[in-house]
């Protein structure tokens, strides 16, 4: 069973491009279901690359290929997972 601070400690990779996208923020979860629909993780930042995010990336957990120790790794399209923040 994984938790989510588990899931909190592991950085995510995309596959398809090498992609850095960082660590799990939050869980979009199906509250009826009982299941994750998709792991968010803070967008890139606007100045700078540090200083205020108004995006994320939301990886749908259909497109998570592999879950090790440290990595989870993704394959997905970057400009399809990059949405604003809620």
């Known amino acids: 069973m994984t938790r989510m601070y588990d899931l909190r400690q592991k950085e995510i990779v995309n596959i398809n491009d090498g992609a850095r996208y960082g660590f799990v923020s939050?869980?979009?979860l199906d509250p009826v279901q009982g299941r994750i629909i998709a792991l968010v993780v803070p967008g890139p930042g606007r100045v700078l690359?540090?200083?205020?995010?108004?995006q994320e990336?939301?990886?749908?957990?259909e497109m998570i290929t592999k879950i090790g120790d440290d990595?989870?790794?993704v394959s997905c399209d970057t400009g399809?997972?990059?949405s604003e923040s809620h």
């Not at 990336?57 to 957990?61: D, E, S």
């Open 26 to 28: 939050d869980l979009e």
């Open 49 to 54: 690359g540090v200083f205020g995010r108004d």
């Open 57 to 61: 990336y939301r990886i749908p957990w």
């Open 71 to 73: 990595i989870i790794l």
């Open 80 to 82: 399809k997972v990059l």
